[in-house]
Each structure stands twice: as structure tokens, then as C-alpha cells.
Nanobody, 128 residues
Framework: QVQLAETGGGLVQAGTSLRLSCAAS????????IGWFRQAPGKEREFVGA?????????EYADSVKGRFIISNDDANNTVYLQMNNLKPEDTAVYFC????????????????????WGQGTQVTVAS
């Protein structure tokens, strides 16, 4: 079982940046996927981005964050980061990271249902 813990959320002004961390503990596979999702009040959880680790693959992003958000990883510390730049009020949500074994198809990586383990979430609030 893999445990995930997100940190780094907070209240920021529009146009500023924030970096979220997702630390994984437990036994991870040699190839696995970390996805980032978010859920705003009254809305469904939506895909933000994902990275497949162990393959050297580039991350992919939802259109709504492409060009503003960047996913990176620190293999030594089993941590994946979500760098969020030029934040907008519509980015306000609880952000979750999630784990599944990989590799997976793109369609699978985009789906909430594909992930086996989830962090507790961290609140990001962007004030206008």
C-alpha cells in the first residue's frame, strides 16, 4: 500500500505562484503514475496533470492549466511537485495527488477511477 501526503496549499493572490508537494511512502512499483486532481466546491474532481515515473516521460496537463502548471519529481525523496504559476481565482480548489501502477494509457491517466491511492488533499485559495 502506498501512502501519499500533500503539502503546500494556502491562500494567495491572483497572479502569484504556489508549489504543492506530494510525498509517497510505502512500496511503489518501478513504473508508476502520480496524478494531480482538484475539486472545487459543488464540482466533480477533475484532472490537473500527471507524470509517469520510471520511464522518463514528460508530464501531461489539462488544457486549463497548460503553460501555467509544471509537474516535476525528486526520485531521491519520492516526492512529486506541482508548481502553479500565474494562479487564477478559478484555480481555487482542494488539490489531491494520487497513485497508480504504470505504465497506463493516456485515457487511463486522466480518469479519477484509475488511481488506487489518494492523499488527503490540500486547500488552495486564490483571491482576486
Amino acid at each position: 500500500q502506498v501512502q501519499l501526503a500533500e503539502t503546500g496549499g494556502g491562500l494567495v493572490q491572483a497572479g502569484t505562484s504556489l508549489r504543492l508537494s506530494c510525498a509517497a511512502s510505502g512500496r511503489t512499483f518501478s513504473i508508476y503514475v502520480i496524478g494531480w486532481f482538484r475539486q472545487a466546491p459543488g464540482k466533480e474532481r477533475e484532472f490537473v496533470g500527471a507524470i509517469t515515473l520510471g520511464l522518463g516521460s514528460a508530464a501531461e496537463y489539462a488544457d486549463s492549466v497548460k503553460g501555467r502548471f509544471i509537474i516535476s519529481n525528486d526520485d531521491a525523496n519520492n516526492t512529486v511537485y506541482l508548481q502553479m504559476n500565474n494562479l487564477k481565482p478559478e484555480d481555487t480548489a482542494v488539490y489531491f495527488c494520487a497513485y497508480t501502477t504504470g505504465p497506463r494509457s493516456l485515457r487511463t491517466r486522466l480518469s479519477v477511477k484509475s488511481y488506487d491511492s489518494w492523499g488527503q488533499g490540500t486547500q488552495v485559495t486564490v483571491a482576486s
